[in-house]
């Protein structure tokens, strides 16, 4: 928050808390399949320079995961 002034961004904080039944209802809605991670491509862990350069150059929609 002290670079707001130099900075044409709002910088500001965030706080969020975990409610149990919330947390719960996600786990439920993964369990199910309803809710499931955007994941764009999978690389193996050799190609990590060539997954972050993919990131870079702005192709990515969704997560990015690296194999082992």
């Not at 990590?48 to 350069?53: G, L, N, S, V, W």
């Amino acid at each position: 928050m002290l670079l707001s002034p130099f900075v044409p961004q709002r910088l500001g904080t965030l706080i969020s808390t975990d409610r149990p039944d919330d947390l719960e209802l996600l786990r439920t809605m993964i369990d199910d399949g309803r809710a499931t991670p955007a994941l764009d491509r999978t690389f193996p862990l050799v190609q990590a320079a060539e997954a972050i350069r993919y990131l870079r150059e702005g192709h990515v929609r969704g997560k990015i995961a690296l194999t082992l």
